[in-house]
């Protein structure tokens, strides 16, 4: 296992408080976890052991969220389940996409999309939060 510097460890866990808060108020902490997990891992860690770290901080995250939500209003058990599913689909398929990608072509591809979901996400601030017209 390669060394990683007490330092780094601090920056990391740093970036993690920034997620998580980020996460807490607006949403889209990976946006700043996952790039710093990327940088901050020794390099000859795999492109996909940073997805599945950032991607367990992001479950434990919403799991939290999730249960602080259905203390406070009601929920649709039906339509939770659904979408459950199909994120849990979405994740095993993406997790395996990842794990047959060399970690020379993963980590371009993830720094690409993850400055164009900011990029989206600056541009379109207002994206999500108004119901759709119909």
Do not use: H, Q
């Amino acid at each position: 296992m390669p060394d990683i510097s007490l330092a780094m460890v601090a920056v990391l866990c740093l970036a993690a408080l920034a997620a998580g808060w980020i996460d807490a108020v607006v949403g889209g902490g990976g946006l700043l976890l996952l790039p710093a997990l990327l940088l901050g891992l020794p390099s000859s860690t795999p492109a996909a052991y940073a997805l599945g770290t950032n991607k367990a901080v992001a479950i434990v995250g919403t799991t939290g969220a999730a249960v602080t939500y259905v203390r406070k209003a009601p929920v649709d058990v039906r339509l939770a389940v659904r979408i459950g599913l199909a994120a849990l689909a979405g994740s095993s398929g993406g997790a395996f996409f990842a794990a047959g990608m060399s970690t020379e072509v993963l980590k371009p591809v993830i720094m690409v999309v993850l400055l164009a979901v900011g990029a989206f996400v600056i541009l379109r601030p207002a994206f999500g939060t108004a119901p759709a017209p119909g």
